[in-house]
């Protein structure tokens, strides 16, 4: 089983303060992928990363993955309450994922 | 719009009462799974259909079961829930081939079984 560790597993951060969340496995992956996931609703993709080293951006949002493709962040700039959710990372395993333990992510107006 | 559809989005049942949970995609996709996720956890990967192919999960627990009559539709049933199975369930699709960029699995909303 590949395991993936996320930290931290909580994160309460004032509006327009700045976060970081980690995604660490002794595993190496073809890919990851984060999702968030609102109360009450199935994850939504964000983004899949691929290449070791790369960095992807999405606004706010700059996704890493490291260079040994065993692991990857998470930033997000100037946070907004609408940021607030669960963050999951997922290693590609063949068509199925594994998936972290997530970080809650509370954005305080 | 709706691509993967789950039917009850809430659930309430009785201790030991059989209840079937319903999922249905728009996207015409090969695998289909099902994901039990407790409270601010990680989705935990109950079983998958690659088309017809049933693949279960070693460590699902026998009351688990689950059936897809046809490609769009796949049902999760649960013979006796117990309070300990109280989560939400959640389904997903994907085509199951491989391919790059790897392929994205899409998320239903969910069902919450609540177990009295």
């Known amino acids: 089983t590949q395991l993936l560790e996320q930290s931290p597993q909580f994160l309460s951060i004032q509006e327009g303060e700045n976060l970081t969340v980690y995604c660490n496995s002794s595993s190496v992956f073809s890919s990851l992928q984060w999702y968030r996931q609102e109360p009450g609703e199935g994850p939504v993709l964000l983004v899949t990363?691929?290449?070791?080293?790369e960095v992807k951006k999405l606004k706010r949002l700059t996704f890493q993955f490291g260079d040994a493709r065993k692991d990857s962040s998470l930033h997000i700039t100037a946070a907004q309450p609408g940021d607030t959710g669960l963050y999951l990372c997922?290693?590609?395993?063949?068509?199925?994922?594994?998936f972290g333990a997530g970080t809650t992510v509370t954005v305080r107006a | 719009d709706a691509m993967v559809i789950q039917n009850p989005r809430y659930q309430v049942t009785q201790f030991g009462k059989p209840v079937t949970l319903s999922c249905s995609q728009t996207l015409n996709h090969n695998v289909m799974y099902w994901y039990q996720q407790k409270s601010s956890q990680a989705p935990k990967l109950l079983f998958h259909?690659?088309?017809?192919?049933?693949?279960n999960e070693a460590d699902t627990p026998d009351n688990f079961q689950s059936r897809r009559p046809n490609t769009s539709f796949c049902f999760l049933d649960i013979r006796s829930p117990g309070l300990g199975d109280a989560a939400m369930y959640l389904c997903?699709?994907?085509?199951?081939?491989?391919?790059?960029?790897?392929?994205?699995?899409?998320f239903g909303p969910g069902t919450r079984l609540l177990v009295l």
């Open positions: 259909y690659y088309d017809k192919d049933f693949n």
């Open positions: 990363v691929v290449t070791g080293g």
């Open positions: 997903a699709t994907s085509t199951g081939r491989r391919r790059v960029p790897p392929e994205t699995q899409y």
């Open positions: 997922a290693g590609d395993n063949d068509y199925k994922l594994s």
